[in-house]
């Protein structure tokens, strides 16, 4: 199959960020007395965006959205500092997106992550390449895996969606591709394990970035 485009996830994807996640959380939560997380146990909690990401660390019983918004805003003001720490591409990410730019197929990133964070993480750690749209979590649309921000991207790339590669490591993005009529490929070294996406749709799976050059034509 030709594909016209390729949709990256971005955390878990192209960039490993758990690592400076699990640390800013876990200060937030022993800032505010309640238990932290191991790092096995961060990899389930993201991937919903940052106030899902809060809402999930803290036990039921305080799940109150005031309770949620001071967390959050804690989140965002120490992941403001801590973002980059740590996080970097993933072996290989960088030969697949020197590939997709030679052969002038068109790519994009889709985030739950805050709109303003996936900016920054895709300047800082991805300018080297060029992405046609880069978009995070927004007022207005509604994240994954509602397929609202994928179809705006299908369309702001001037593709239809069967003729796009969606590109994520966990059942959120195999879902949202399949409801946007994407091909769902799931990626096996981001932050989920392959039954998660194969369970959510995922078409196929690979092991390392440098097997996704081969679907591409």
């Not at 991207?153 to 059942?171: F, K, R």
């Not at 994407?182 to 690979?206: D, I, N, T």
Request: with cysteine.
């Amino acid at each position: 199959m030709t594909f016209k485009a390729v949709i990256f996830d971005l955390d878990g994807t192209l960039l490993d960020t758990l690592q400076d996640l699990f640390n800013t959380l876990n200060s937030v939560l022993s800032h505010r007395s309640y238990p932290t997380h191991t790092i096995d146990e961060c990899r389930f909690l993201v991937g919903y965006g940052m106030r899902e990401l809060v809402r999930k660390a803290i036990p039921e019983g305080a799940r109150n959205e005031e309770t949620i918004d001071l967390l959050l805003k804690d989140l965002m003001a120490e992941y403001a500092d801590n973002w980059k720490v740590n996080s970097r591409p993933y072996p290989g990410i960088a030969r697949l997106l020197d590939t997709i730019t030679e052969r002038k197929i068109k790519m994009a990133i889709l985030s739950n992550k805050a709109d303003h964070f996936t900016r920054l993480c895709a300047e800082s750690l991805l300018g080297k390449w060029r992405f046609d749209v880069v978009m995070g979590q927004q007022t207005g649309i509604a994240p994954k895996p509602d397929p609202a921000g994928a179809l705006l991207i299908a369309g702001m790339l001037g593709e239809e969606p069967p003729g796009i590669l969606y590109v994520g490591d966990s059942g959120v993005d195999m879902l949202t591709a399949s409801r946007a009529g994407m091909y769902p490929l799931g990626v096996l070294w981001g932050f989920r394990p392959e039954s998660e996406l194969m369970e959510f749709g995922a078409k196929a799976v690979v092991q390392n970035p440098e097997d996704i050059i081969g679907l591409l034509q």
